[in-house]
């Protein structure tokens, strides 16, 4: 079986390019809560538009509510889940859990869709969204084949992206726009920091270090047909109409075995051209490119052309016709669809006077579909010798007909659904305030720690890399917990890990992805969750906490206030010191440009500013650092929650020792830093 053609729209023209070229499903985005919110994006009122086109194509519409929600809007997200529900959307793709809560509860046949900024990538992850009630799985981006096609085998559908653009940084984990310049990508305002000039080399040249190359598995789409994938996902609701009626007219092409115009799909949209990297496992320099000046000359000559794809309805169905007129009664028409049947009745047959009306002049109106969705499969006349019916009255029998069977097409698909707002909690009054914060260390290893006094740390996060170590160290085992790696092309390899630590008596984790949640309670470990997912509001501290994690790491997209109004039934924390991760990336840009150097080094921004790549080759992945140091040793006080952590990635043990101090004794910082995003907040 065929999956599903999955096209963008950023906006109504875009809309019916997609349908007009052969989607079968569409994604877009409302005015609010969609992770693309500098496209068009559609009003309560296109959205109902929306809808109803699509159903007329007989394609199914999924609206993307995929972002973050501040605990201000949750009030309003409520109210835009229930215009979606009662418009009668087929799905909604979501990444905050407060999202999947308010849906559950007030309109729990809704299917959800876990979107790929929930970066589910492993086993484990998509039976965890799964087993929580989630329909479909969007698999991340930097997948390779064999791993498609595990995961598409695991009782939830999968939806895979097949074209369009590759963020460098793996979806959901990018804080890259929103540090450098508070547009958050995990609120829909990424501002494609990534697109410019970054250098390995060290020079503020033009290379484009962090650009990746559009992708396109055109190619590979009927081996994904194959392999299980339900979706077949086209990027782009940012992109022009024309992008949208190429990329899907190729897709569909590619999926039924027919030739698609490579070079066209190329013209209208690349940069430097495509890369199958990931699927392929052939990663490295070959999936780096940036859009140039031939790239857009190269577009402009195709895109008049383009039009033409999306300029006419297709004529998408069959229908059948059966016109039956005698003498003395009205006559009458029957249309089929090959799913639903309509009859129409009309205008009494008259006696000829000059010339009767033949059985085929009525076919040939009858075949007149130019301009609808309709293509003839029969048509069948039974017309009395000797009489007239007006040709007029023949077409009007046959629009009649075929706007009733759209009709019926609209209505067998209407997906209308109740929403019980009376069920939602969505005010979560915090029952502790003012307290000061633990300060927990996280380091990078154990000899950065060694001038330290441990007994006063209450939690020591260290790699799963140093389990071994640590068990060895004298410290408490308790105190330590073991963060697993945040990507994993091997999760076998981690378990087995995950159980030897645990035999040697460390039992706590931290997980920074729904994966690490579902492994580490299958092996009896205590989970504690970390940064990585994306927590801003006081409901998804909440559903969290209900899947048995001990305490809670808040996103550091938060203000300082906004952290400290989280309420949660466990402990909640913040990481207030390091180097934050502004991206985690499958590719290196290090090797890319200089060759594997398996050691930390550095991009270098056209201002000069460099930023580490800490490398973390062992797990297949690297983390691009923040330039600045975050540093709020003052101002402690500002935080009333549980815990923070103090992030020690490049420090020496003196530094460390120094930094620790700084916090315990509340010293303002001296030397270039940042406040991150704590005092000026997110678009």
């Known amino acids: 079986m065929s999956a599903e053609i999955l096209s963008p729209c950023g906006s109504f023209e875009s809309l019916e390019a997609a349908l ?45 509510v995929n972002t973050c929600v501040l605990g201000k809007e949750l009030s309003s997200l409520a109210d835009e889940l229930e215009f979606s529900c009662r418009t009668g959307i087929d799905g909604l793709i979501i990444q905050d859990r407060a999202v999947e809560y308010i849906i559950r509860t007030a309109c729990p046949d809704m299917p959800i869709h876990a979107s790929t900024q929930m970066t589910l990538h492993t086993k484990n992850g998509v039976l965890w969204a799964k087993e929580h009630g989630y329909s479909r799985a969007v698999l991340s981006r930097e997948l390779p084949a064999k791993t498609i096609e595990e995961l598409s085998r695991l009782g939830i559908e999968t939806e895979v992206f097949v074209h369009g653009a590759l963020c460098m940084s793996v979806s959901g984990q990018c804080y890259m726009s929103a540090l450098i310049g508070s547009r958050s990508a995990n609120r829909g305002s990424c501002a494609g920091a990534c697109r410019l000039p970054f250098s390995a080399s060290g020079k503020t040249d033009s290379k484009y270090a962090l650009s990746l190359k559009d992708m396109s598995l055109a190619d590979y789409v009927q081996e994904l047909n194959e392999c299980g994938v339900s979706s077949l996902k086209i990027e782009g609701r940012m992109k022009r109409p024309e992008y949208v009626a190429a990329a899907t007219t190729a897709i569909k092409n590619a999926s ?71 003498g003395g009664r009205p006559c009458s028409l029957t249309a089929s669809d090959g799913t639903a049947k309509v009859t129409l009745t009309g205008a009494v047959p008259q006696a000829a006077v000059n010339r009767e009306t033949t059985a085929c002049e009525i076919k040939a109106q009858l075949s007149k579909l130019g301009g609808t969705l309709y293509r003839l499969k029969a048509a069948s006349v039974e017309i009395d010798p000797g009489l007239m ?85 004298g410290i408490p085992l308790d105190k330590i917990i073991l963060s697993l790696p945040r990507f994993s092309f091997d999760e076998e390899a981690l378990e087995k890990k995950l159980l030897k630590a645990r035999g040697m008596g460390l039992r706590q984790v931290e997980c920074t992805n729904a994966a690490h949640i579902r492994l580490a309670k299958s092996l009896g470990l205590s989970a504690y969750g970390g940064f990585g997912l994306n927590i801003t509001n006081s409901v998804a501290a909440h559903m969290y906490a209900s899947d048995g994690l001990k305490a809670l790491t808040l996103s550091f997209e938060l203000k300082a206030s906004q952290a400290s109004g989280i309420a949660s039934p466990v402990p909640v924390g913040a990481v207030i010191y390091g180097r934050l991760p502004l991206m985690l990336a499958v590719n290196c840009p290090i090797k890319a440009e200089l060759g594997c150097h398996g050691c930390t080094r550095s991009v270098t921004d056209r201002t000069g500013a460099k930023f580490p790549v800490l490398c973390r080759k062992a797990d297949g992945y690297v983390e691009i650092l923040n330039s600045k140091v975050l540093r709020l040793s003052d101002k402690l006080s500002d935080f009333s929650l549980d815990y923070c952590i103090l992030s020690f990635t490049l420090e020496t043990p003196a530094e460390v020792k120094s930094t620790l101090d700084d916090y315990l004794c509340g010293r303002a910082p001296q030397g270039e830093y940042t406040r991150g995003l704590y005092y000026r907040g997110i678009i």
């Open 256 to 326: 039924i075995g027919r030739p698609w115009d490579h070079e066209t799909l190329k013209a209208v949209f690349s940069r430097s051209g495509f890369t199958d990297g990931y699927y392929t496992g052939k990663t490295g320099a070959g999936m780096f490119g940036a859009r140039q000046k031939e790239d857009v000359l190269s577009a402009s000559g195709v895109l008049p052309g383009l039009r033409a794809l999306y300029r006419n309805e297709p004529q998408k169905f069959e229908v059948s016709f059966e016109l039956s007129a005698s």
């Open 20 to 64: 007009r070229s052969g989607a079968d499903a569409v994604y877009l985005g409302g005015k609010s809560f969609s992770a693309r919110a500098n496209a068009q994006n559609f009003s309560h009122e296109e959205l109902e538009t929306a809808v109803a086109l699509c159903h007329r194509y007989g394609a199914r519409v999924y609206q993307a």
């Open 389 to 473: 019916l007006p040709l007029s009255e023949i077409n009007r029998l046959r629009r009649e007909a075929l706007g009733l069977l759209d009709e019926k097409r609209i209505e067998r698909l209407d997906r209308r659904r109740e929403f019980d707002r009376s069920r939602l909690i969505l005010d979560r009054p915090k029952t502790h305030k003012g307290k000061i914060p633990e300060l927990w260390v996280s380091a990078q290893s154990l000899s950065q720690l060694s001038e330290l006094d441990i007994s006063k740390i209450p939690k020591l996060i260290l790699p799963l890399s140093s389990a071994e170590e640590a068990a060895g160290s």
